[in-house]
């Protein structure tokens, strides 16, 4: 038993140098906070698409949108991951087959990076529409007094207002893509929760690794509450406080 305990708990184990086990975890924590990154900012971009079609599209822009946003937030994200990193792989190279070309392997980022950036897409959306629609009508409605066209209207009035609205939605989301990362470890990606589960494997001290990897997600955590406490003062410079 005492034999058993110190090997669970031999900080050696944790050498960044083999046969360490602590350069492995970092490769797999900044590889997840590519994914995050990635991700992250490409749903932020579909958002931002989605709420201005939700918002100011036509008919079927808007059906499109409200088809889209529902299917991914009903749909379990594990269920999700698996059928775009798989169904859109398979999809990217049928549509390659019709022009002549064969077969490619995707890279393993790029598609975690498209499947997170998908799922993020769609709450994004509803959290921008819902700060859009919070802006006061009266500053949109001088901007357009003013002659500003509706793209002009949207860069210099509508976002810079709706940001203070959107941040702490937005903030949460950033969150949530850190850990649907280790939701890529059931496709293979090298990520710090898969990496993680191989290196407890191999050493049996599974306890140490799985705490070295909660210590990796926390610390990312606390940093994202500090940067995020400061865009959020930013954004509000100028905002009336509540009595």
Known sequence: MAASSATMFDLSLLALDAPGWGGVLLKGFVASLELAVGGYCLGLLLGIGGACGKLYGGPILRDLMEVYTTLIRAVPELVLILLLYYAGTDAVNQL??????????????????????????????????????????????????????????????TLPAMLPYAIPGLSNLWLIATKDTALLAVVGFSELTLVTRQAAGSTKAYMMFYMAAGVLYLALTLVSNVAIGIIERRSRRGMARPV
Request: glycine fraction near 14%; proline fraction near 6%.
């Open 96 to 157: 390659l087959a019709l022009f002549g070309v064969g077969p490619v392997d995707i890279n393993g980022l790029v598609a975690g990076i498209f499947v997170i950036g998908v799922v993020q897409g769609a709450y994004s959306t509803e959290v921008l529409r819902g700060a859009i629609k919070a802006v006061p009508p009266g500053q949109i409605e001088a901007a357009r007094a003013y002659g500003m066209s509706p793209m002009l209207v949207m860069r210099r009035v």
